[in-house]
């Protein structure tokens, strides 16, 4: 399969459409069927794969970005029998088992990103559903704040991966049914067990929508419902979008050079360097001059090109196991951009609740992270954040011998308490430090010093302290350990490790159901030659091997 | 394989020691390395299979009926360089998947059991770790209230699996040292990578054992040790304990009936009966008469032949894909029995605590349940709670024709409302209507009363009702239709509706840990050809596939 692209912009969309009144944009999905990225492939029945996914978190981003003015998010359908038939079979049957583990990943995150735009953005979506909405299609519905339902005689909602597929609704569906609907569980029993879905009073009862409304007065009702969100969002009446524009990227044989980050593969050794630097010029005067740099203010920028790094990283280079995290650049200009970020502004909040976003892309990749800190790097504030998303990290005691820069240090900024939370609801130093709220406030007592090797070994900042005499071999050890191990057993270890403590209806959704779903995904009851996946659309029932694990 | 046989008692032991001195029971690991259940494996260096486990699950059980008197269990090695190297990795290298995934959920039940007769019971347990401590040895003492490891500069705890054999520490090992031992993330990253272990007192350091003793005073360390948790101890002084006698239990072909339950099989269709009875000898009169009738006493038969029946299902009925349940008796006697239950004594609070767990085993039983609710059955208190255990419920409204037993009723009784807990902290009712309170009390007014199919399906108690001329077309239909689907699907389905809601330490060994190290255990680079599980001891280095997933 050739380089997934996760760049795009609305002139380039195939699969959706954004139109817009005021503080009302209707996001409309209609897929090109003959436009899959997967040869061979039909998108009918508005079914998905990873290329119509893409446009569809495209738009998301920009609907936050672009256009403070909208309240509410319609999402429907262009097409007319059919709302969304989920992801498409034929595009599962036909994936390796690494892409169909990323597709989920990815298309969890979209499903995610809706939620946040709604919890933090004050940008309602609502699922206006007319015509059958099918797996995929009912848990995008299902991240929307409110889901109505055309009561035509045919339009249902339906989760029926089990019954019809061997496998399950795997982004977020058997989550969110019972934990975010409250769908009892008897009842969402039932309902993943019925290929045809539900539809009318008996899916509102069901708590699978929240309305259904008649034909006659469906225009009128999802209209009045949609400005009904509108009224409760906090969104600016008067701000003026940041365009997103295209990203200066430049690919380098297997390495990427952006603006503020790098990516370095060394496909050899199987790991990749992505650095990360602080912004050049000076931080912007006020939040006015923040906003007039728009897609050029520094930590916007480095959101979008740290996300785009990751998810090439991902999808592009399943080889590189291991990825180092360094940073570089003038630790005051860190901290005065994230001072910045923490005023109270549409665009601040906006650009915290993304670089949030994306670090918690990181800590749901199934790559070993190790951050380096030594003279020169520039572990501050937000940056600072890579050294607790690490695996582990090492930094170097005092200075190297013929090299003039200043001991290593790392300097914890107001960034580091609250601006990024992980998935688990916690900051990445409460998840460190479990239940540990002295440690917390000790920490918080040193924001903006300089902090050296020693004192953030002692204060249980980073893995490891060494020496410089040691540090080439010590780094070269650790690589090669790490790559000598199991890459399932360390992507194993990683996603229990990295979630301590608490939770979540998105670290369940990560944990247990994509969990859960690899398992199946790699059976013979779904992927063998007899298995459901493989012989979906055949004709040809699937043959199970009855036997309970 | 043979019949697993999960009943045993001391006079049997071949892997375990008791010994008792007072308050102190000392519980002494000593395997039998040429008796493990596979044929071909020896257990060296106390590693283990499930054949050790049922005698280690044994024994915590009698310590904790038999032997009130025991307020501290220290575990020990009866060898004299090892503590405990683990699973035998031998035997998972021979074990089919399915054996794999119903060991680990075994042993995981174990080492719960341990961590509950400490909670709820009084009981804890000091692990006294001398000589090397690897792997499920270390998880045994992970379930420890007190870990003290022997400082001779040979004594070790390490968590090997993912350096040694691409797979993960699964039974409760990463979870546990993240979230109840509280070590740093990127501690137990390093912890988890190295195959040698800890020792000393960075092992301290790193809350990976409490305390380390020298050699010199080991013996008296230990020995006051356990006095000290023994002080902590709310267990009767001069209670006489409860002799778990053999269990009623006559098989007869593919089925099993014991004195209040039975298990009957009907292999060609993949589907079996759960009946519970309530008891037909009268409810002893008082707490003393309870004690007199010991094991007889009604509860504890139950719990016990329940959990026979559940634990032989899971292994020696793997195609056995959905089970029903049912029951008989008298509705009264079950909540006279349960109100003594309720009673304030500490054998009450023994079997309480058993049936607890007895129904939490059910709940990560990889079967579809399915309760049947008619005329003569006994869904009251106790019995009541496999209604919401199950994953459907079906109801018959009325009376049969031709039958003059009564219409079918469900009493709630106290019992439903907190004697037994889910292993997300939630009873099945409060599981049920998640955070739903008004609902919780809606159905506390009803206790004792019996409520009719009409009522029970307004109350949201039961999936559906059914009339009686529908009933036969109706349950055959349903039963037809879940046979049909793929095994996995199901078992990943139900493992996520099941478990509504928060999330617990326990939840996570489950849901989490225990999904992704499945997935490992079924890929290449764990059991395939060149997979580090089948290659180990043989001296050739596994051959893995780098790509990450």
Same mark, same amino acid.
């Given at each position: 399969?050739?380089?997934?692209?996760?760049?795009?912009?609305?002139?380039?969309?195939?699969?959706?459409?954004?139109?817009?009144?005021?503080? +009302?944009?209707?996001?409309?999905?209609?897929?090109?069927?003959?436009?899959?990225?997967?040869?061979?492939?039909?998108?009918?029945?508005?079914?998905?794969?990873?290329?119509?996914?893409?446009?569809?978190?495209?738009?998301?981003?920009?609907?936050?970005?672009?256009?403070?003015?909208?309240?509410?998010?319609?999402?429907?359908?262009?097409?007319?029998?059919?709302?969304?038939?989920?992801?498409?079979?034929?595009?599962?049957?036909?994936?390796?088992?690494?892409?169909?583990?990323?597709?989920?990943?990815?298309?969890?995150?979209?499903?995610?990103?809706?939620? @946040?735009?709604?919890?933090?953005?004050?940008?309602?979506?609502?699922?206006?559903?007319?015509?059958?909405?099918?797996?995929?299609?009912?848990?995008?519905?299902?991240?929307?704040?409110? +889901?109505?339902?055309?009561?035509?005689?045919?339009?249902?909602?339906?989760?029926?991966?089990?019954?019809?597929?061997?496998?399950?609704?795997?982004?977020?569906?058997?989550?969110?049914?019972?934990?975010?609907?409250?769908?009892?569980?008897?009842?969402?029993?039932?309902?993943?067990?019925?290929?045809?879905?539900?539809?009318?009073?008996?899916?509102?009862?069901?708590?699978?929508?929240?309305?259904?409304?008649?034909?006659?007065?469906?225009?009128?009702?999802?209209?009045?419902?949609?400005?009904?969100?509108?009224?409760?969002?906090?969104?600016?009446?008067?701000?003026?979008?940041?365009?997103?524009?295209?990203?200066?990227?430049?690919?380098?044989?297997?390495?990427?050079?952006?603006?503020?980050?790098?990516?370095?593969? @060394?496909?050899?050794?199987?790991?990749?360097?992505?650095?990360?630097?602080?912004?050049?010029?000076?931080?912007?005067?006020?939040?006015?001059?923040?906003?007039?740099?728009?897609?050029?203010?520094?930590?916007?920028?480095?959101?979008?090109?740290?996300?785009?790094?990751?998810?090439?990283?991902?999808?592009?280079?399943?080889?590189?196991?291991?990825?180092?995290?360094?940073?570089?650049?003038?630790?005051?200009?860190?901290?005065?951009?994230?001072?910045?970020?923490?005023?109270?502004?549409?665009?601040?909040?906006?650009?915290?609740?993304?670089?949030?976003?994306?670090?918690?892309?990181?800590?749901?990749?199934?790559?070993?992270?190790?951050?380096?800190?030594?003279?020169?790097?520039?572990?501050?504030?937000?940056?600072?954040?890579?050294?607790?998303?690490?695996?582990?990290?090492?930094?170097?005691?005092?200075?190297?011998?013929?090299?003039?820069?200043?001991?290593?240090?790392?300097?914890?900024?107001?960034?580091?308490?609250?601006?990024?939370?992980?998935?688990?609801?916690?900051?990445?130093?409460?998840?460190?430090?479990?239940?540990?709220?002295?440690?917390?406030?000790?920490?918080?007592?040193? +924001?903006?010093?300089?902090?050296?090797?020693?004192?953030?070994?002692?204060?249980?900042?980073?893995?490891?302290?060494?020496?410089?005499?040691?540090?080439?071999?010590?780094?070269? +050890?650790?690589?090669?350990?790490?790559?000598?191990?199991?890459?399932?057993?360390?992507?194993?270890?990683?996603?229990?490790?990295?979630?301590?403590?608490?939770?979540?209806?998105?670290?369940?959704?990560?944990?247990?159901?994509?969990?859960?779903?690899?398992?199946?995904?790699?059976?013979?009851?779904?992927?063998?030659?007899?298995?459901?996946?493989?012989?979906?659309?055949?004709?040809?029932?699937?043959?199970?091997?009855?036997?309970?694990?």
């Amino acid at each position: 399969m050739q380089r997934i692209e996760f760049q795009t912009d609305p002139s380039r969309y195939r699969h959706w459409r954004l139109e817009f009144d005021g503080e +009302i944009a209707s996001l409309i999905m209609d897929v090109d069927q003959s436009a899959s990225i997967f040869d061979g492939v039909e998108l009918k029945l508005n079914s998905y794969d990873l290329g119509v996914d893409i446009e569809l978190y495209d738009a998301v981003q920009r609907l936050r970005f672009e256009h403070p003015e909208v309240r509410t998010v319609v999402i429907k359908s262009g097409k007319d029998n059919v709302f969304c038939a989920g992801a498409n079979i034929r595009m599962l049957g036909k994936a390796t088992h690494g892409h169909k583990v990323n597709f989920c990943k990815y298309t969890n995150e979209t499903r995610l990103a809706i939620e @946040d735009a709604c919890e933090n953005s004050g940008q309602f979506y609502l699922a206006a559903v007319k015509g059958s909405c099918a797996g995929g299609g009912y848990e995008l519905a299902l991240a929307a704040d409110h +889901i109505m339902l055309i009561d035509d005689r045919r339009s249902t909602v339906s989760l029926p991966e089990t019954p019809l597929l061997g496998v399950l609704p795997g982004t977020g569906g058997l989550t969110r049914v019972t934990d975010k609907r409250k769908v009892r569980r008897d009842r969402a029993d039932v309902f993943c067990s019925t290929e045809e879905g539900l539809r009318g009073s008996k899916a509102v009862e069901w708590r699978l929508v929240d309305e259904v409304v008649p034909n006659s007065k469906w225009a009128d009702a999802v209209t009045n419902r949609a400005r009904a969100l509108a009224d409760r969002s906090d969104r600016p009446r008067d701000a003026k979008g940041i365009k997103l524009t295209p990203l200066d990227r430049r690919l380098n044989g297997d390495s990427i050079g952006y603006s503020h980050v790098n990516l370095d593969v @060394d496909r050899d050794r199987g790991i990749a360097t992505l650095t990360l630097r602080a912004a050049t010029d000076p931080v912007p005067a006020s939040i006015a001059a923040a906003h007039a740099q728009g897609a050029a203010f520094w930590p916007l920028a480095l959101a979008r090109e740290l996300e785009d790094a990751i998810l090439h990283l991902r999808t592009n280079e399943p080889t590189i196991g291991l990825v180092i995290f360094r940073t570089e650049g003038d630790s005051q200009n860190v901290l005065a951009h994230d001072a910045l970020l923490g005023e109270s502004d549409w665009l601040m909040r906006e650009v915290r609740h993304y670089l949030k976003r994306v670090l918690k892309r990181l800590d749901v990749t199934s790559r070993s992270f190790i951050a380096l800190i030594e003279p020169g790097t520039c572990f501050t504030g937000t940056l600072a954040e890579l050294v607790f998303a690490a695996d582990r990290s090492l930094m170097l005691i005092g200075t190297r011998e013929g090299d003039n820069r200043p001991a290593a240090t790392i300097t914890l900024g107001e960034a580091n308490f609250g601006f990024y939370p992980m998935g688990n609801g916690l900051t990445r130093l409460q998840t460190r430090f479990l239940d540990d709220k002295e440690q917390i406030e000790r920490l918080q007592s040193n +924001i903006g010093t300089p902090i050296e090797a020693e004192a953030a070994d002692e204060l249980g900042l980073v893995t490891a302290t060494i020496e410089s005499y040691d540090w080439d071999d010590e780094v070269r +050890i650790l690589f090669e350990e790490r790559s000598s191990f199991s890459p399932d057993a360390l992507t194993g270890m990683e996603a229990n490790l990295r979630f301590a403590g608490p939770e979540t209806m998105e670290t369940r959704i990560f944990g247990r159901l994509t969990a859960w779903q690899n398992w199946i995904f790699q059976r013979p009851n779904a992927v063998g030659p007899q298995g459901a996946l493989k012989l979906y659309g055949s004709g040809v029932q699937a043959n199970f091997d009855p036997e309970r694990v």
